[in-house]
């Protein structure tokens, strides 16, 4: 099972910018699905964002699409989440994941989660 550690959440202002970032460990990164979801206080977890491997097809939530871009870095077993233009509704704890076997926005397809990063947008 992949360990997973995630950075660069923080406080930024409306129409700010961040970039999250996730540190793999344990099966080369190369060979997993990842993705972002976040959850915000009182509701459920939500996705963001996935990109596949080998070739980094990506998939977008609705409501982050052109603002939010994923990435990976396989050398450095590593995936980012740039965020741009953030407003209060980006608030939320944003959690890494990663998949064996599964490309998806599905929750219950990703067996490895991280401990999450919280991201506050002030407006």
């Known amino acids: 099972q992949v360990q997973l550690v995630e950075s660069g959440g923080g406080l930024v202002q409306a129409g700010g910018s961040l970039r999250l970032s996730c540190v793999a460990s344990g099966p080369t990164l190369s060979s997993t699905y990842m993705a972002w979801f976040r959850q915000a206080p009182g509701k459920e977890r939500e996705f963001v964002a996935a990109i596949s491997r080998p070739f980094g097809m990506t998939l977008y939530g609705d409501s982050v699409r052109g603002r939010f871009t994923i990435d990976r870095q396989n050398a450095k077993s590593m995936v980012t989440l740039q965020m741009n233009n953030l407003t209060s509704e980006d608030t939320a704890v944003y959690y890494c994941?990663?998949?064996?076997?599964?490309?998806?926005?599905?929750?219950?397809?990703?067996?490895?989660w991280g401990q999450g990063t919280q991201v506050t947008v002030s407006s």
């Open positions: 994941a990663a998949a064996r076997d599964t490309f998806s926005q599905s929750i219950g397809a990703y067996e490895s």
